[in-house]
């Protein structure tokens, strides 16, 4: 009875212990992968049992939202916990030789709430928010640790020359003709390092992948794309030879090669899984999987035939749902409940303030985040958004809101800040085929006005002429 009770002590002291362990955060983002694109989703013809797996044994988001529709400014709203009304970066703003336009020294990011809480810090794969040299670098925005594509233009090729390890560069053998090293690969094998290394201690680690962005590449030989060829049936298409490295690298089989890059980042966060079983803190290890935007078109990719955007309008650069729902996952499995699904409507900027109450840190004043730990683990009660809020600054300037059911959204904003507004209801008309702004001006009045006040213009763009609320 002695040595059972001494046990049942034991055993009470070790859980003590680990309930008081910081928990891991792994924050997954996927490059433009649609809201239809996985199999909890609804897709037929795409693999991809890992993240399945993940949703069958966490909480499936229905209504959750990108920053916005393209790849930099979501990544800041991520980074910041701020619409992109609020973000320092607004647009895929590029810089020659490489990089894009740089978040600045004052801003203070989610990696930078983490480093305060005692964590180690790691980002692989695509930053995108400061050229080499910049404030918005990686390592001077709050990761240890970042490997990967410092800018997001290079990152359309999936056998660059290069890549960046820290403040290093780090060459790599490939040439427009013979492409041997596979970046994403590369990436992989390092990120795995960094959570073996750090599995003792609590860490950050961000990952985020560059698949399924356009170029449309895929090692020699790679035995998942060979599959989809056959899956599919696919006959190849003819493409110009000579490719010589600028613009997306020809495809002659882009449906296999698109279904074969989701399948192969599915197998990624598979092994991420399993890395941290491997080391025995998957229960104290909470993983977030998220797309950065919707579906995109370029490089031959042909997203009505995946469905990719899962019934809704629109795709990557769009305001519509299909631009900007995307599919969110959350798995804890000490904390939060198998088989959830949630209707919490939420945004990028939910995600410092959540990870800010996760780790007992303060969450700064000036976001526009709510924390979801409430929802995620059941206990207490969720907050809830008035509104959201998106703009986007390419073809021609776009502003959405989403209050309720309601969803607004107006085009043509550079041209015309007062454009008409176009109104949905998405209880009734998730599709947005049906502008109700004649029936419900009221509804519009109100998003108009939120339009005005959330776009607040910003003193980080001197070289950028910002006109939505001109």
Not at 60 to 69: D, K
Not at 196 to 221: M, R, S, V
Not at 328 to 334: N, R
Request: proline share 6%.
């Amino acid at each position: 009875m002695k040595k059972l009770t001494l046990l049942l002590l034991s055993c009470c002291c070790t859980l003590a212990a680990f309930a008081q362990k910081k928990p891991n955060v792994v924050f997954i983002l996927v490059d433009d992968m649609g809201y239809g694109d996985l199999g909890c989703y609804g897709q037929e013809l795409i693999e991809t049992p890992n993240l399945d797996k993940l949703a069958a044994n966490g909480v499936r988001f229905t209504q959750f939202y990108a920053g916005t529709s393209v790849c930099a400014p979501s990544r800041a709203s991520l980074m910041t916990g701020k619409h992109t009304g609020h973000t320092p970066v607004r647009g895929n703003f590029e810089i020659e030789p490489e990089g894009q336009y740089p978040i600045p020294d004052s801003t203070f990011t989610m990696a930078e709430m983490f480093l305060r809480a005692g964590y180690t810090t790691g980002l692989f794969g695509k930053w995108g928010l400061g050229y080499p040299s910049s404030a918005g670098e990686p390592n001077k925005q709050g990761f240890d640790r970042f490997f990967g594509y410092n800018c997001q233009r290079q990152s359309h090729n999936f056998f660059p020359d290069h890549l960046w390890d820290n403040g290093q560069r780090v060459d790599l053998s490939n040439t427009p003709t013979d492409q041997q090293e596979y970046a994403a690969d590369i990436i992989q094998k390092e990120a795995l390092n960094f959570l073996e290394d750090n599995a003792n201690n609590p860490f950050f680690l961000y990952l985020a992948y560059t698949l399924p962005h356009a170029a449309l590449q895929l090692p020699e030989g790679d035995e998942v794309f060979e599959k989809y060829k056959r899956k599919f049936n696919e006959q190849p298409q003819p493409v110009k030879a000579g490719w010589q490295g600028v613009g997306y690298q020809p495809q002659a089989y882009p449906k296999a090669a698109y279904a074969a890059m989701v399948t192969k980042v599915d197998n990624y966060i598979g092994e991420v899984v399993q890395a941290l079983k491997t080391q025995g803190i998957e229960k104290n290890t909470l993983i977030v999987f998220a797309s950065d935007n919707g579906p995109h078109r370029e490089g031959g990719n042909q997203p009505e035939f995946f469905n990719s955007s899962g019934g809704f309008r629109g795709i990557k650069r769009d305001l519509y749902e299909g631009g900007i729902r995307v599919p969110v996952i959350a798995s804890w499995p000490s904390m939060i409940r198998k088989g959830r699904q949630s209707d919490y409507i939420g945004a990028f900027w939910d995600f410092l303030p959540t990870f800010a109450e996760l780790t007992g840190q303060p969450a700064p004043q000036n976001i526009d985040g709510i924390s979801i730990l409430p929802m995620l683990t059941s206990k207490g009660k969720q907050a809830q958004h008035k509104f959201l809020y998106w703009e986007f600054h390419e073809d021609g300037g776009r502003q959405a809101v989403r209050l309720g059911d309601w969803k607004g959204v107006r085009i043509g904003v550079v041209a015309d800040s007062r454009a008409p507004v176009q109104l949905f209801n998405l209880a009734t008309d998730p599709a947005e085929t049906t502008d109700v702004s004649a029936v419900h001006p009221e509804v519009v009045q109100e998003i108009e006005r939120i339009m005005e006040f959330a776009h607040v213009e910003h003193e980080s763009f001197p070289l950028v002429t910002d006109r939505l609320s001109k």
